[in-house]
């Protein structure tokens, strides 16, 4: 059925707001949830900025795969504050609206990020690949302007992505029917509320998600497949087991925010659980978010040890004041 088939006698909405219907289902557990979000927000945070800064006070990790890192972190703590501070005030008040405005912002901010994270992982991907492929060649490959150029691009891809097509949805006219059933405004429960017949364009749109986060996955997977090829080649175990360890912390997010992206965006409308839906979506906007730091820190070496030389030269050098 189409959207002008199951919105017909309805007339347009000259209210020009949305009710973000979220956690309302959960009444008595508001305060509980804001509790909750709260602490995650705060931790996602602390996590993203303590890891940016020991990166760029240590010139130990000034190296591609911390650029990229840094510019993980700026994505998720962006990504988080689209929409948390948002879903925050809504577990605290009854009326939960959203300007068209507002929501249109938010869209466009959440969209920019979860492309550009796809584009980063993928750079990460192809600096792992170059690093265990091509290790003499390493430095010269991956410069200072490579790196700037794949973080450029992958920010670039997210941008005019999100443009169109948050213009393109909000030229749409929206129904009296302007609950949203989720935490936060993104295309798919949007497009339930357009009066018109939407089947094309959605499917222009799909394919564009399609292939800008199913492309850079691709990317990963072929990078990773040729790294594979080259570590079994290694001849001791113990090169096996380091040349891997360089990139567990990347697969491990990339596991998590895929495993948990895919679900919540390339699932079919028509059978989406709106209850179902705001878990998954949770994931990746809250969690995913806050583990991201976490990964990178206790998995790997080098942030841990440049993290213990940092605390380490505070308390040195706060004992040497008194």
């Known amino acids: 059925m189409s959207n002008s088939e199951s919105h017909s006698g309805e007339n347009q909405t000259t209210n020009k707001v949305f009710i973000l219907v979220g956690f309302s289902y959960l009444n008595k557990l508001q305060i509980l949830l804001f509790m909750v979000f709260l602490l995650t927000y705060l931790l996602t945070l602390a ?28 994505v998720d703590i962006c990504f988080t504050t689209s929409v948390i501070p948002q879903l925050l ?6 009326e939960k609206t959203i300007s068209h405005v507002g929501c249109a912002a938010q869209m466009y901010v959440s969209t920019i990020m979860g492309l550009a994270e796809c584009c980063l992982l993928a750079a990460m991907a192809y600096d792992r690949y170059v ?12 410069s200072g302007r490579v790196c700037a150029l794949l973080a450029g691009t992958s920010w670039v891809i997210g941008i005019l992505v999100a443009v169109a097509q948050t213009t393109w949805l909000f030229s ?3 129904c009296d029917s302007h609950r949203i059933h989720h935490y936060y405004c993104y295309a798919q429960p949007l497009e339930t509320l357009v009066c018109t017949d939407t089947g094309k364009n959605v499917l222009v749109g ?18 990773y497949i040729l790294i594979i090829f080259t570590i079994l080649r290694l001849p001791s175990a113990a090169e096996r ?53 976490v990964i990178y820190s206790l998995r790997n070496k080098e942030v841990k040890g440049a993290f213990r030389d940092a605390v380490g030269k505070a308390i040195f050098s706060r004992d040497r004041t008194y």
């Open 206 to 223: 799909l394919s564009m998600l399609a292939l800008f986060v199913m492309g850079p996955f691709l990317l990963i997977t072929l990078s």
């Open 241 to 293: 087991r380091k040349a891997f360890s360089t990139c567990s912390s990347h697969l491990t997010v990339v596991t998590l925010i895929y495993g948990t992206g895919l679900l919540g965006y390339l699932k079919p409308t028509f059978s989406s659980n709106p209850e179902g839906d705001q878990l998954i979506s949770l994931m990746y906007t809250v969690v995913t978010p806050m583990l991201n730091p």
């Open 172 to 174: 749409l006219p929206f």
């Open 131 to 142: 690093a265990i492929c091509h290790p003499l060649h390493y430095s010269t490959i991956m």
């Open 89 to 94: 005030v809504h577990l605290l008040v009854e």
């Open 47 to 74: 996590g993203n900025l303590l890891i940016t800064l020991v990166i760029k006070v240590n010139p130990s990790l000034h190296t591609p795969m911390y650029f990229f890192l840094v510019n993980l972190s700026f």
